[in-house]
């Protein structure tokens, strides 16, 4: 078992649907995040949870609703996209966001998110 | 605002030969680090390797190495003896730490550079 698992592994929606990307870690870190990787876009941050609390959000629109029930599950609700916000969006864990332990990153593998 | 630079978008290199990936970085915090990531096609960023801004010694994993120079603001990654598996994106970057020195776990990714080993 991977220690961050994302899903779905891919997804296609209309720009009206309503839909929810889901990370899990099995590592007990205490701090998740979401990350968006556009095509020719260095990786941006979007969100950052640390003991299920929301510590940043990156400027991100409110189209992108996160959740975090707690330290081991984080969402990301999506509603009314647009087609430019079809990318690979990627979840990560870590110990802690404070220290040296806070900046390693674990990821998952991804959700390919494609808005027609 | 911190900045990294991946200039090669592509590299080639044949089977257990060495090979350099750029990565140059632009800050002004005293204290940071930096990291370089491996992402094959699967998508899952693979953490390769950490150097921290006050480490004395270039770091090591293994196969990889890292040519750290802060005067140059350069931190290169060194794949020895390269294997058709290394075939893949490879990311480069960097932690912001605050004026204490603690890291927030924001990370500032490059553009990252391809690379395809030939058998």
């Known amino acids: 078992e991977t220690g961050v698992t994302q899903t779905p592994r891919h997804l296609v929606m209309g720009m009206t649907n309503k839909k929810s990307l889901k990370c899990e870690q099995h590592l007990g870190h205490n701090a998740m995040y979401w990350y968006k990787q556009s095509a020719k876009k260095p990786l941006e941050l979007m969100f950052v949870?640390?003991?299920?609390?929301?510590?940043e959000n990156n400027s991100v629109p409110s189209r992108f609703s996160p959740e975090c029930p707690n330290s081991s599950h984080l969402f990301l609700h999506l509603h009314t996209l647009q087609p430019e916000d079809s990318a690979l969006y990627l979840c990560?864990?870590?110990?802690?966001?404070?220290?040296?332990?806070?900046?390693?990153?674990?990821f998952g593998s991804g959700t390919q998110l494609s808005v027609l | 605002a911190q900045k990294i630079t991946q200039t090669q978008p592509g590299m080639f290199v044949q089977e257990k030969e060495a090979v350099t990936l750029d990565c140059t970085y632009d800050?002004?915090?005293?204290?940071?680090?930096l990291f370089w990531y491996k992402q094959p096609s699967s998508g899952e960023m693979i953490f390769l390797i950490y150097q921290g801004s006050y480490d004395q010694q270039n770091a090591t994993e293994g196969r990889y190495s890292l040519n750290f120079q802060k005067a140059r603001k350069s931190a290169n990654l060194v794949i020895s003896a390269s294997q058709l598996g290394d075939s893949a994106m490879y990311f480069c970057a960097m932690a912001y730490r605050n004026a204490g020195g603690t890291s927030y776990g924001k990370l500032t990714f490059g553009q990252g550079t391809i690379l395809t080993v030939h058998p």
């Open positions: 800050t002004s915090d005293p204290s940071y680090g």
């Open positions: 949870y640390n003991f299920k609390e929301q510590t």
């Open positions: 990560a864990s870590s110990q802690t966001t404070g220290g040296r332990r806070g900046e390693k990153l674990f």
